[in-house]
Structure formats: structure tokens, C-alpha cells
């Protein structure tokens, strides 16, 4: 049978050839020989031999027709439906130095061209608010209040006033560990030198610390700091909302997927192409290398993270650790923790309780954090893993803590 | 047998095929073109300006001249690296081979990146 079909198949891819005017008397004889010489058949009922030359029978052409009809309407229904179909989803990416950091903006996009300037566009807002928040730029907002302190009541921006309220707030429910008006001991050291500050500089400076004296007026839109010699830090939660303002952008420019990541501070919405959430690795504070850099991963979607570590910015002196998360009550660097990450919905609060809960340590901290239903991994001064009932089986560890 | 008689004996279900085939190589153009990987970028970044884009592929030592001084880059076997660097923390010499993702050297300004591959095959991003 299979051999019947193939000698089929042959004679007919011939009979186009074969049909052609002209093709008469002996060199069809020569031809039919020819077929036969090498070992070919035709089945009657599919072909016939006419006088002269060798024609399709009608239930060929019916059928040649027919195949022929089909691959049209099946290439023209390919293309209505390449056509038709939405653009495949992918990933673009930029990555830039804003706020002394990396900054990445990655977003999902069927359209390059949309997908730049939805990203152009988060970069420039994060920009503008460096401008506003940037401690060591004269120019900006929150110099303009520590200039004024102790002197005059300041009128602010909108988000200036976002930032204060939201730090605020977190100091209210850290105790005061966090605190943005830190300023005046952040600056007495410097851990690229290596400079420790005398412990009567720290305590002369101390006094200028305190949140309380921190008045803002939400109706009149302004700040001020009750004493002169006062300095708002906003370091420890400006990234985290630059990453929520980011996001906003984003979304305002039609992306309905992405990651904002300022330094530690993630914000992820949406899903990627595949349909997954977005992978978050978590630093491991005691890495030796490349191959356990990261602790644990998490899959977050429509989501923020943030992580302080004492291992950013540190030196040692003495067989002491100093690191940039400074106690405000101490006026030294917090030995509780090596690392905390937290979770919620907005990186503002997961950047501003991350260096409270640092602070605070793992038992104060853990119940900080299930008081207000936020999510968090703690790794304490001896390297042991704390982490939020909610999270427990979403955490991948990579390696044992 | 001659042209103008091989013409003459094509039939309409011919031009629909030879058509068709015309169409379908275009198509399969765009497809390569569309599903294939396109090769990696190295983008170089001097204070916010876009100063190199390289192809990974291409062994090289490129240097750079940022504010504190110059940073050096060498690009090797598909990956790449900071050599030398003004710095004082060295962080992105620490940082070593990179083969994804991105090296900074925030007080040159310097920002290496890696363009058209994926960050990791492990994470989409890192806090800490």
C-alpha cells in the first residue's frame, strides 16, 4: 500500500509535465517507458492515458481545487489573526543614578515606544523629588526647613508635606527609632573615613533629636523644626517614596506591570508576561560572595519591599561594628539586627519601618509589625531568621539561616 | 521548452501557490526576526551621560574619565568587570565579573550596564 501511494504521488506531481500540448506520439511512448522503467504504476481510478497526452480526471482537479482553496483561506485566517492579535508583552528596563543610588524602572509593555517614555517619565519624577528631598543639596526643600529652624515656619510642596506626615507617623509607631530629625548626629560621622565622633559631640547633639519637635500643618501646607540647630534627614524614607511615586507614574502612562527599585526599596505591580509575580531576593547581611549574596526570595505582586542592613555603609573600629543606621536615643549605631525587610503595600512605610524595626530589634520589631499587619524578615545580631506568620511558606530560603 | 509556453500552461491554483510561498517567506523573515535573540549591549554611563554602548561580544578594556577620575572596563568572553577605579570603597572592583544586570561606581558616577538580557535568572530585583 505505502508503495501503490508513493508511486501515486509521484506520477501525479508529473502529470502537469506530462499534460503539456505537445508532448505526443513517441515521446509520451518514451515517456511511459520511463515511468515503468523505473518501477512506477498509476492507479486507473485517479489518472487516465488519453491518445495523446495524459490528463487529471475530474475528481483530481476537484480536489487540487480544493487543497488550494484551504491553504488560502487557512494563510489568509494566519494573517487576520497575526494581525489582530495584540503585540507580544515584554520587559524593558533603564537603569540611572538618581538620589546618590541605582535607580531601575522595569516595566511591561506590547510597545517599546510607550514603554520608554513611561519609564523616562518615572526616572524624571524621581529626579524632581531628589531635588526636593536630597539633604545635601542646598537648593532643596529640606534644606530651606533646616536653614529655617528654630526661626520660621516654612510653606511646603505637597509631597514634602506627604513625607513629613508619613514620617511622623512612623515614629509614632516605632517609639521614636525612627526619626527624620537624626540629622544633626548622621553628620557628625563619616564611614567612607572612618570617623567616629567624639561621645560628648554625639550627646551635645542629641539634643536637637527629637520628632516631636517637628511641627507640620497639613491645612496651612508647612513645617518647622521648634529649634534652631535642628536637621531633617530624609534618607531613610525618601527612596521608598520616590518608588511609590515612580509606580504612579508608571500606571499614569498606561503600564499595568513593573518594578521600581530605588537602592533596597522595591515596589512591584502587576504581573509579568509569563503571569508570574515578581522575584525579590532578599541580601543575605553576611555574604562572602556571589554565591550566597542572597538569603531568601519572595514573589511579590502589587507589593513594596525594603531591607536595612548594617552591612551598607560600615566600618570597623576596634572589633566595633559602626554602621549609618544610627539609634536616635544613643546617637551609635543599632546592634540589634543585621538586616531587616519588610513588607506592604507602600515602600515609603516598608523604607521608614525598616530602619525602625532595625532599630527596635527582633521582639519590639515583630510586634510592631503584627500590630499594624505588615510582613518582615528579621536576621538578629547572632544571624537568626525572624519572620511574620503571614510570609512563612512564601519565603524560598537559599541558604540555611 | 520555452518561457512564453511554460507561462501560457500555469493555472490559477499555480499564481495562488507561487503567491503564497512569497508570502510565507516574508512572514517567516519576520518571524526570525521577531523570536530570535538579538545580541547584548554594554551601555557605559559617565554622570548621567551615555558615553559607550558595546557589544558584549567584543573582547575590549575600555576606560572612562568621570569626576574623581578614570574607571576602567574590561569586557571578556561575554561578561565584564571594573578594573581600575578612583574610588575609595572599591565596591564595583569587589563586585567582580558581571554577566547581567549592572555595576555602579556611585562616587565616579559611573553606571555599567548590561542591556537586552535578562538581570538574573534567579531574581527580577535585590533589596539590601
Redesign the interface.
Known amino acids: 500500500m505505502k508503495n501503490k501511494f508513493k508511486v501515486t504521488k509521484e506520477f501525479i506531481s508529473k502529470t502537469t509535465f506530462l499534460s503539456f500540448p505537445g508532448l505526443t506520439g513517441e515521446s509520451r511512448t518514451a515517456m511511459d517507458a520511463r515511468l515503468r522503467t523505473s518501477g512506477m504504476t498509476y492507479r486507473e481510478d485517479t489518472c487516465a492515458l488519453t491518445n495523446n497526452r495524459i490528463s487529471k480526471s475530474p475528481k483530481l482537479k476537484v480536489q487540487t481545487k480544493t487543497v488550494f482553496c484551504l491553504l488560502l483561506a487557512a494563510y489568509c485566517l494566519f494573517v487576520f489573526l497575526c494581525a489582530c492579535a495584540p503585540q507580544k508583552e515584554k520587559v524593558y528596563r533603564k537603569s540611572k543614578i538618581l538620589m546618590d543610588t541605582l535607580v531601575t524602572v522595569t516595566c511591561v509593555s506590547n510597545s517599546k515606544e510607550n514603554a520608554e517614555k513611561a519609564i523616562d517619565a518615572a526616572l524624571a519624577e524621581i529626579e524632581k523629588l531628589d531635588r526636593l528631598l536630597n539633604f545635601f543639596s542646598p537648593e532643596s526643600e529640606v534644606s530651606h526647613i533646616n536653614k529655617n529652624a528654630g526661626i520660621s515656619v516654612i510653606k511646603v510642596s505637597p509631597d514634602m508635606l506627604d513625607v513629613l506626615d508619613m514620617s511622623l507617623m512612623v515614629s509614632k509607631n516605632t517609639e521614636g527609632a525612627f526619626d527624620v530629625t537624626i540629622g544633626p548626629v548622621i553628620t557628625l560621622y563619616d564611614f567612607y573615613k572612618k570617623i567616629k565622633p567624639e561621645e560628648s559631640v554625639i550627646k551635645k547633639n542629641l539634643s536637637f533629636v527629637n520628632y516631636r519637635d517637628l511641627i507640620i500643618d497639613r491645612n496651612e501646607s508647612t513645617a518647622f523644626l521648634k529649634k534652631k540647630g535642628m536637621l531633617i534627614d530624609l534618607g531613610g524614607i525618601s527612596k521608598g517614596y520616590a518608588a511609590d511615586k515612580a509606580v504612579e507614574v508608571l500606571k499614569r502612562n498606561g503600564i499595568h506591570a513593573g518594578l521600581v527599585s530605588v537602592a533596597g526599596d522595591i515596589k512591584a505591580f502587576g504581573l509579568k508576561p509569563d503571569g508570574r509575580p515578581w522575584k525579590i531576593g532578599i541580601r543575605n547581611p553576611r555574604a562572602k560572595g556571589q554565591e550566597d549574596d542572597i538569603l531568601a526570595t519572595i514573589e511579590l505582586r502589587d507589593m513594596a519591599i525594603s531591607t536595612s542592613g548594617d552591612y551598607e555603609r560600615f566600618f570597623i573600629l576596634n572589633g566595633r561594628r559602626y554602621h549609618h543606621i544610627l539609634n536616635p536615643k544613643t546617637g551609635y549605631s543599632a546592634e540589634r539586627s543585621q538586616s531587616v525587610s519588610i513588607i506592604t503595600h507602600r515602600a515609603a512605610f516598608t523604607d521608614a519601618f525598616a530602619t525602625g524595626v532595625f532599630i527596635l530589634g527582633p521582639e519590639k520589631g515583630m510586634r510592631v509589625l503584627e500590630k499594624l499587619g505588615f510582613d518582615g524578615v528579621i536576621v538578629d545580631s547572632q544571624g537568626e531568621v525572624h519572620i511574620t506568620p503571614n510570609i512563612r511558606g512564601k519565603l524560598e530560603f537559599k541558604r540555611t539561616p | ?1 520555452n518561457l512564453k ?1 511554460l507561462l501560457s ?1 500555469i493555472t490559477i ?1 499555480d499564481k ?2 507561487l503567491s ?1 510561498l512569497i ?2 517567506s516574508f ?1 517567516g523573515i519576520l518571524f526570525i526576526k ?1 523570536v530570535l535573540p538579538k545580541g547584548c549591549e554594554v551601555q557605559i ?1 559617565v554622570n ?1 551621560r551615555l558615553v559607550y554602548v558595546l557589544p558584549i561580544e567584543d573582547n575590549r578594556i575600555v576606560s572612562v574619565k568621570g569626576p574623581e577620575g578614570r574607571t576602567v572596563i574590561e569586557i571578556k568572553d561575554n561578561r565584564l568587570r571594573v578594573t581600575e577605579s578612583p574610588c ?2 572599591k565596591l564595583c572592583i569587589k563586585q ?1 565579573w558581571i554577566e547581567s544586570g ?1 555595576i ?1 561606581c ?1 562616587p565616579n ?1 559611573v ?1 555599567i ?1 548590561i ?1 537586552n538580557r535578562e ?2 535568572n ?7
Not at chain 2, 534567579?122 to 539590601?128: E, L
Open positions: 521548452m509556453g500552461s491554483a495562488i501557490l503564497l508570502l510565507l512572514s521577531e554611563e548621567g575609595h570603597n567582580g549592572a555602579v556611585l558616577r553606571l550596564t542591556g538581570y538574573s534567579i531574581v527580577d530585583a535585590i533589596t539590601g
